[in-house]
């Protein structure tokens, strides 16, 4: 299997039945990749990534495809005796039991679930078990987990989480530090964001939806700063430029 | 429109088609994805005067739950001619064909989607004919496979459809209604192109053994005609979206 050729550029588009190379390699997207004897193919509409040894695809379309360890954003769909419903925006529904949620046993009998989760209040939560024969439970243990009380919750395609996230983080620090916001981003492309203020937090919506149409164009970060930028003088935020009317448009 | 009675020349003098086409010729080709805001996938393909919407949603939790199947998604498929797609009004219930459609359809697209890669979901293709004018379950087809590759859902390769047929003693390529009607066979196919499968083929009528070769023959290098303007459009829809100043 010495032979190894890419049929494709870097980075470049490819649609499904699209060979991407040929020859032995390792695949760290799979389930977006189909394989035929040696020869890969897309599985996706999306972005190919091919180097020595290994292959990628990145989608441009999709939906959310649970992992163990994902944090995401749910929103309580039923309330059970002993556990909560939730929608992940899976194919799967996910489960919250009750005694990993209050941290104690409890008693049905004596206590009702509504009480603490109802139907549509948002938990952060991380998934801790899923594989193809179970569907996902969730837990609140860790930091920062639990019912979300205050902020706002936005969706955008989880497919677009990575570039909402960036290179090392680097898009989500620049949201963060320009606008001064907390945003928190779930794997499965709901975000929650607290501002101080309802005009910054109308300034990171639109950043996210510029994200989220150009996620596929390069040199996007330093073009979402500008973007910030531009938006704050706009609305009058920046204490140096007053009068921000100035450079509008 | 033509009586049933008379039945018109297909094949002209000039052995050109009764529209002017030469008999390999398709009909204009037109494609659109990502059309419907609510549906997770869709698409409107034209075939000349045929005219077919496809919405995919899912994978998502079936209704009913107790269809699913432990260990792949399940497909469904709805085949649906609107009322105002055909000369006399169609009643919207579902037919015998459309049902009949509907499956041929499905599993049409069955061996391509990757459906493995969800156990316990659902699927749900709608087709809706807007306008028929011949080929509508290939045209269907073609629509379906766009839809899911827009909804982002892993599929192994694309699938194409497209309608060969004989009239007048010649076989063409994608045939409309008139032809449909008044010729001797005809043939839809589907397949997927890249990894060179057939997952669609039906036959009405009779065609000699050559015959059947040459149709073949002529509907896959028609399906590679239209499988070039499905990974055109796909791809388009991301090269169109700009810089935004």
Known sequence: ?249 | MVSKEEKPKLIRDDGLRHDGRRPDELRPIKMQVGVLKNANGSALVEYGKTRVLAAVYGPREPQPKHISLPYRAILRCRYHMAPFSTHERKSPAPTRREIELSKVIREALEPIVISEMFPRASIDIYIEVLNADGGTRTTSITAASLALADAGIPVRDLVTGVAVGKVDGVIVLDIDEVEDMYGEADMPVAAAPSLGKITLLQLNGVLTPGEFEEALDLAMRGIQEIYKIQREVLKTKYLKVKVEE
């Open chain 1, 1 to 249: 299997m010495g032979r190894k050729k890419a049929q494709s550029e870097n980075r470049e588009l490819v649609i499904p039945g699209q060979l991407i190379a040929e020859g032995e390699f390792k695949v760290a997207t799979p389930n977006y990749i189909y394989r035929v004897g040696n020869r890969y193919y897309s599985a996706v509409v999306g972005l190919a990534e091919v180097t020595e040894d290994s292959l990628t695809v990145i989608p441009l379309e999709g939906f959310y495809y649970p992992s163990p360890g994902d944090v995401v954003i749910g929103v309580i769909r039923n309330v059970g005796i002993t556990s909560w419903e939730v929608d992940i925006r899976a194919p799967f529904p996910a489960t919250l039991y009750a005694a990993d949620f209050l941290g104690r046993p409890i008693n049905p009998a004596k206590e009702d679930l509504s009480d603490y989760l109802n139907i549509g209040d948002v938990v952060l939560a991380k998934v801790e078990v899923f594989d193809r024969t179970r569907d996902p439970i969730l837990t609140t243990k860790g930091k920062g987990l639990g019912k979300v009380t205050k902020g706002s919750v936005i969706e955008i395609s989880p497919v677009k989480v990575p570039r909402v996230i960036g290179k090392k983080g680097s898009m989500h620090q620049t949201l963060e530090s320009e606008t001064g916001c907390k945003i928190t981003v779930a794997k499965n492309g709901r975000i929650l964001i607290e501002c101080p203020n309802k005009q910054l937090e109308e300034i990171v919506v639109l950043a996210v939806r510029k994200i989220e149409r150009e996620a596929h164009i390069p040199g996007l970060t330093d073009r979402i700063k500008e973007f910030i930028l531009k938006e704050k003088v706009r609305r009058g935020l920046l204490g140096g430029e007053q009068g921000g009317e100035t450079e509008a448009d």
